[in-house]
């Protein structure tokens, strides 16, 4: 039997590992050329719903560039709908909500979620993966209050936040109604995830960069602590990641987390410099997965190196592989993060 693959466990509980771990955020998708025959016949929903197809997807990245963990393939709207929001995935837009939420009586409609009973096909999916086909630990997450809640407020993506924003400064009360609402659902959601068999969460806050500090402090902060102190008893690993909040990464090693996750807008020196004590996960810039191999190699040396400097490093992409990546640089990329985080930890020791 296979030797199961713990290194990204480590790295983030702070020991010391002989590689440097690696995933890739929407590494099961887009830029994949099977996903893309996949995706000609099934929507994304119609992916997860099928425990089999979703397994396939989730774990293809793993063959196919020998990372050190799967991802879930699914959405953070997932759980939405057994708690009654009316989503659907547009292609080309997003989550798009036909029931926005406007006052704290639509927030009074809003049920209690069961992941057995509303999600039974990621359940099963998790199973699978995890008891028969996977060598590397399954990550598996959950969307942040704060986004869901902009995807609630706004019905749809945006750009600003503004009605969300509005929402939650002009309607305390309402805002944290519904905080506490989501967090009760993240929690039975994941706390379902692991139990099924993941071995490591991330929360992702994708917009909540959108946020100054005092009022992440005041509107955010205490519901995050909330859930996470809740899933510590899970006992899996926990990361925190959101896009352009580097304002914010002082605030996530607060949390009673065990990774900061960021985006390619904070080098891991100056996240260090600046108090981010705990391990990191991070960060090259996606976009210059289309630059010129010498330009990628010198950079993910570079951040590795930054990486080493303390125990527990997750080597990352600042935020998703995006359609135009080419599966090969990927797989190159792998392998030359391990061979040379290898190679500096053997010249350390």
């Not at 969300?164 to 967090?183: C, G, I, N, R, Y």
């Not at 950079?299 to 490093?313: A, F, N, S, V």
Request: proline share 6%.
């Amino acid at each position: 039997m296979t030797t199961f693959n713990d290194t990204l466990l480590r790295a983030a509980r702070g020991e010391r590992t002989e590689h440097t771990p690696v995933w890739y955020m929407r590494q099961a998708g887009r830029s994949q050329p099977e996903y893309r025959a996949i995706k000609e016949k099934y929507s994304l929903e119609e992916i997860t719903l099928q425990p089999e197809l979703c397994a396939y997807v989730t774990r293809l990245p793993v063959e196919n560039y020998n990372v050190d963990a799967a991802i879930l393939y699914k959405d953070i709207v997932t759980p939405l709908p057994g708690i009654g929001v009316d989503v659907k995935i547009k292609a080309g837009v997003g989550p798009v909500i036909s029931n926005p939420i406007r006052s704290v009586a639509d927030i009074e409609k809003l049920g209690e979620f069961n992941a057995k009973e509303h999600t039974p096909y990621v359940l099963e999916t998790i199973k699978m993966l995890t008891a028969e086909q996977l060598n590397v630990p399954l990550i598996c997450f959950a969307g942040a209050p704060f986004t869901l809640a902009s995807y609630m407020i706004e019905g749809g993506p945006s750009r600003n936040y503004n009605k969300t924003k509005s929402f939650m400064v002009s309607e305390p009360q309402a805002w944290f109604a519904l905080m506490d609402k989501l967090a009760d659902m993240i929690i039975s959601d994941v706390s379902a995830q692991v139990e099924a068999g993941a071995k490591a969460i991330q929360i992702f806050d994708s917009w909540v960069g959108a946020l100054n500090v005092e009022d992440y402090r005041v509107f955010i902060k205490p519901i995050m602590t909330r859930i996470f102190a809740e899933l510590r008893k899970e006992n899996v690993p926990l990361i925190q990641f959101g896009v352009g909040a580097s304002h914010l990464a002082k605030e996530w090693n607060d949390l009673p987390i065990d990774v900061v996750g960021l985006d390619w807008r904070l080098p891991i020196k100056e996240a260090r410099a600046n108090g981010i004590t705990k391990p990191v996960q991070g960060n090259l810039d996606p976009s210059l997965l289309l630059a010129d191999w010498s330009i990628i190699e010198k950079r993910t040396k570079d951040i590795i190196d930054q990486g080493l400097e303390m125990p527990g490093h997750i080597f990352n992409l600042g935020h998703g592989v995006f359609p135009e990546v080419d599966p090969e640089v990927l797989k190159r990329l792998t392998a030359l993060i391990h061979e040379y985080s290898a190679q500096q930890l053997q010249a350390r020791s």
